[in-house]
């Protein structure tokens, strides 16, 4: 069997495996960090606009609370399943690790398509479900945020369901939310902003200038639209978008603002003016020096890894690259950032959203951006000086780096009773 056939938990739990190998951990502690603290499966009914019922199927995973209240996003998709929010989740608990936020790892989701339900019983699908996961949720134990298909209005829903229970205001129980109730500055592209800042501080490690790379993103949603703009300012090409329906390609350049107007008027980026359409298999082995998967998992595998031109992939989405590609792709010189550090942008924003919400205290735009710079800069260089040190690819490093500090903290809590 393939490497490339894994379900997304047993890639996670393999990543875990071949680090906790080279941290030499014992048998108790990895039978700790492998499995999910808790799993909570609900299924609830909502009322449709007919008056129908239809029933629907949740979940909300918290892996590891060791260094903090779980943290993680909300996703609401036909494809969910436990098993990729378990994934989902054990990422999450490194990824906040990696960047030194006082969090653990969660993740949740609704089968469901949002394209299908009206904007009503859209509502009452995300309240029912933010009281079916309400006994774990909390400001002090567990944040969820917006993922796939999830936005701030959800968040906003959510919070107020969670307040109505409460009986009292409990704005710090979600990030992401609106700015008018309590959301965070900044928060919308905290994501690519990360994004932007370890791409900026890798390239001088690959003897790379902005001016002189072609980009190529995948995934043109808020985090792959915004990582095109930011990576253009930085002073790079873009050479190729991608949506759910295809992708355009010019290698002279695509300006990512006419792009996501267009896209927005349109609903694609299909039929971009001075651009020739590509698939999205195409589109991934484009010519470029810097290639950033912003949409799936399992994007870059075995049958596609050895055609892949970028120099230097930036992990925007989560698990976008299997272990399978990435053994190809490390053989052929390809640097990759890993997404447990490359799109850690976003949950560094949520924390700050998280102490703003809970003091009541508000930062500037460019106070939540100068944070965001210091904590994402000084994360690339510890998992960069963790590579050098221990010999390894950045993501051993990033995995290295944050699973030992979960160790630390696990071993000073101890285990109870």
């Known amino acids: 069997m393939l490497v490339d056939v894994m379900s997304p938990y047993e890639a996670a739990v393999a990543q875990f495996d071949e680090a906790a190998d080279r941290l030499d951990l014992s048998q108790a502690m990895r039978a700790i960090l492998r499995t999910p603290k808790r799993e909570l499966v609900v299924h609830f009914p909502v009322r449709m606009d007919n008056g129908d019922i239809e029933m629907f199927t949740g979940y909300r995973v918290q892996h590891n609370t060791s260094r903090g209240p779980a943290k993680g996003g909300i996703r609401f998709t036909p494809e969910v399943s436990l098993d990729e929010v378990r994934a989902l989740a054990m990422w999450m608990t490194w990824k906040c690790a990696v960047v030194g936020i006082p969090f653990g790892g969660a993740k949740g989701g609704v089968i469901c398509d949002p394209q299908k339900l009206s904007l009503t019983e859209l509502e009452r699908l995300t309240r029912r479900y933010a009281t079916e996961i309400s006994i774990l949720i909390g400001p002090n134990s567990d944040i969820p945020a917006p993922d796939m298909n999830t936005n701030p209005q959800i968040m906003g829903w959510i919070m107020d369901t969670y307040s109505v229970h409460k009986g009292y205001v409990v704005p710090a129980v979600t990030t992401g939310k609106p700015l008018a109730i309590e959301g965070s500055e900044g928060r919308l592209e905290a994501t690519a902003r990360g994004v932007q800042i370890v791409t900026r501080e890798a390239l001088p490690d690959l003897n790379l200038r902005p001016d002189r790379c072609s980009v190529v993103v995948q995934g043109f949603g808020n985090v792959g639209s915004s990582t095109a703009r930011l990576l253009s300012e930085l002073g790079c090409k873009i050479v190729g978008l ?34 020739d359409m590509v698939t999205n298999r195409e589109l991934l082995e484009l010519p470029c020096d810097i290639l950033v998967p912003a949409a799936l998992e399992n994007q870059i595998t075995h049958s596609n890894a050895a055609r892949i031109k970028a120099r230097l992939v930036v992990e925007a989405a989560n698990g976008p690259t299997t272990p399978e590609a990435e053994r190809i792709l490390q053989d052929r010189g390809v640097t990759i950032i890993p997404d447990i550090l490359a799109n850690a942008g976003g949950v560094t924003v949520s924390y700050f959203e998280w102490i703003q919400s809970m003091q009541h205290l508000f930062w500037s735009e460019q106070e939540i951006y100068d944070r965001l710079e210091m904590i994402m800069t000084r994360a690339y260089q510890a998992v960069q000086e963790k590579a050098h040190e221990h010999q390894t690819n950045l993501r051993m490093a990033a995995y290295l780096l944050a699973i030992a500090r979960v160790v630390e903290a696990t071993e000073i809590r101890g285990v109870y009773p």
């Open 242 to 275: 991608s949506d759910i329906t295809g992708g355009v390609y010019n290698r002279n350049g695509i300006d990512p603002r006419i792009a996501l107007r267009y896209a927005r008027e349109h609903g694609s980026l299909i039929g971009l003016p001075g651009t």
